[in-house]
């Protein structure tokens, strides 16, 4: 029998810092049924920026959110704004063409500009700092690839430097520099945008989760709380909910893991990083008052395909002390995003049928200037404008070249979780010899059971089976969540949906203990 969580974890340690550092308002959920223009469900980056930039633009927005401004991944990112996103412009012009990474150089540029611009014309006081942004490798045989990058990203129009060092307390064998690039408090800068959208006649709405669209002229969309009819509708929910576009299929989530722990100011590294090679390493710094945070992300894997997610965590924490001497460790957070086969994310109306709604995904960990970028192309669609690199995140482009390889074996991977987690799961147990904090998957077949043990013993049973395909889920021992390893929905003890693209709750199942 495999029993998952038999390690201990402590509990109240797996929130973000951007999320536990403030408190912030509540907004009432939505009233009833409503008409609007736009309805915008999500309020992280793109949501925000795009609710913004309509309501400026004189139209009347409705923003919902399942939870609360920046819940979702925006509040989990580790609070870098740069062009200099690990290899993406060498990836870029191997998968597609040089024109293809210049107009990604550009459209990240110009996101970066204008996040900028905001926070230096509303005075956003969200801890923003102009910083360095490194790119480095530790293994001799990986500078090449670091050569190609500069090369790349150079010719699309980034300033990118190649260097044999970088301000860190440990070797490196070379380096890519890129000047005045930023960090910043991310829930801050989402607070201040929902203020500014509500300032210019918007109204947000939270504890409100969408459940489907009716597409139309107008649309309706069926929420939790009432029916909003609407002309425009944004899906901003990190992954499309209402799939007619079939994103589930081409876009793979993944989670990785941060710890922030403080550290010796003079200890500290002046920069931002990120390295090549596995495992990947981020590192910033976060001011704190007057002490200092050292933000450490990393272990990446394909949701629920990695058990006991304590680990990771762990592997964290021994490389800080270990390279930086960190003590304390303060902050435990993970976060969800997902990757398109062809590296580039999608963003523009989300059905070919249908020219009202539109959806924006596929981040791969670099959201919050692709996150500006695409809530800006979508705004301007609703405005009838034109935006410059609208066929750059185009969701209907085929590249068959770029993704059909990645395409095909993330989806055999998703019809073998399908066949095998029924007839045998890998966390498959007795729930009755589960013990305080141990959670296992029982039974086979259609009729499998989801079953977690609290500290009190009382047993917490739910169906198994992901409500957005069928899927069987997996137990995630750190967040103490039932996640889907075929397209990274995920739910909390009792079922209740925490991430989509699922937007109905897990069934309660019976479970009678054997006397």
């Not at 889907?484 to 069934?507: K, M, N, Q, Y």
Request: glycine share 8%.
């Amino acid at each position: 029998m495999v029993i998952a969580g038999s390690r201990r974890y402590r509990r109240g340690m797996h929130l973000s810092y951007w999320l536990g550092s403030v408190s912030p308002p509540t907004r009432p959920p939505l009233p009833g049924d409503l008409d609007t223009d736009v309805l915008v469900i999500g309020a992280g980056i793109v949501g925000l920026t795009a609710a913004l930039q309509l309501v400026r633009a004189g139209r009347k927005v409705v923003l919902i959110d399942m939870y609360g401004v920046g819940s979702g991944t925006t509040g989990h990112t580790t609070g870098k704004i740069t062009v200099g996103q690990s290899l993406i412009y060498s990836r870029l012009v191997e998968q597609h063409d040089a024109r293809t990474a210049q107009a990604y150089a550009r459209a990240n540029a110009e996101a970066q500009q204008w996040m900028e611009k905001l926070i230096e014309d509303e005075h956003i006081d969200c801890d923003y700092e102009r910083k360095v942004n490194y790119i480095y490798c530790e293994d001799e045989a990986l500078a090449p690839r670091l050569r190609r990058e500069c090369e790349a990203a150079v010719e699309a129009g980034v300033d990118m430097t190649f260097q044999k060092d970088a301000p860190l307390p440990f070797p490196v064998a070379a380096a890519l520099r890129v000047d005045d690039q930023g960090q910043f408090h991310a829930l801050k800068y989402l607070l201040k945008l929902a203020e500014l959208v509500e300032a210019g006649g918007g109204v947000i709405h939270e504890g409100t989760r969408a459940i489907d669209i009716d597409p139309g002229v107008p649309c309706k969309v069926r929420t939790t709380a009432g029916t909003v009819t609407a002309n425009h509708v944004i899906m901003a929910t990190h992954y499309p909910f209402a799939d007619r576009g079939f994103f589930f299929a081409r876009v793979r989530p993944s989670r990785s893991y941060v710890i922030a722990a403080y550290i010796d100011p003079a200890k500290a590294p002046d920069g931002m990083f990120i390295n090549t090679g596995s495992p990947t390493r981020s590192v910033r710094t976060i001011p704190d008052g007057d002490r200092v945070l050292l933000a450490v992300a990393g272990e990446s894997h394909a949701v629920g395909e990695d058990y006991e997610t304590v680990d990771n965590y762990e592997a964290l924490e021994s490389w800080a002390r270990e390279r930086f001497g960190v003590e304390e460790i303060a902050w435990r957070w993970s976060a969800q995003d997902g990757r398109t086969a062809d590296f580039l994310p999608y963003a523009g109306t989300a059905w070919r049928s249908v020219d009202n709604v539109y959806t924006a995904t596929g981040f791969a960990k670099w959201g919050l200037t692709n996150g500006t970028a695409c809530a800006t192309l979508i705004a301007e669609r609703i405005l009838d404008r034109k935006y410059p690199h609208e066929w750059l995140y185009d969701p209907h482009r085929v590249t068959l070249n770029a993704s059909a390889q990645r395409f095909t074996r993330e989806n055999l991977k998703v019809g073998f979780h399908f066949l095998r987690d029924r007839l045998r799961h890998p966390q498959t147990g007795d729930i009755d010899s589960l013990k305080p904090g141990q959670a296992v998957v029982s039974g086979t077949g259609f009729n499998q059971v989801a079953a977690y043990c609290d500290e009190s013993g009382r047993i917490h049973a739910v169906s198994a089976r992901c409500t957005h395909l069928g899927c069987i889920v997996a137990w995630n021992t750190a967040e103490r969540s039932w996640d889907c390893p075929c397209h990274g929905s995920r739910f909390d003890i009792d079922g209740r949906v925490i991430e989509g693209p699922a937007t109905e709750d897990l069934p309660r199942a019976e479970y009678q203990p054997r006397r």
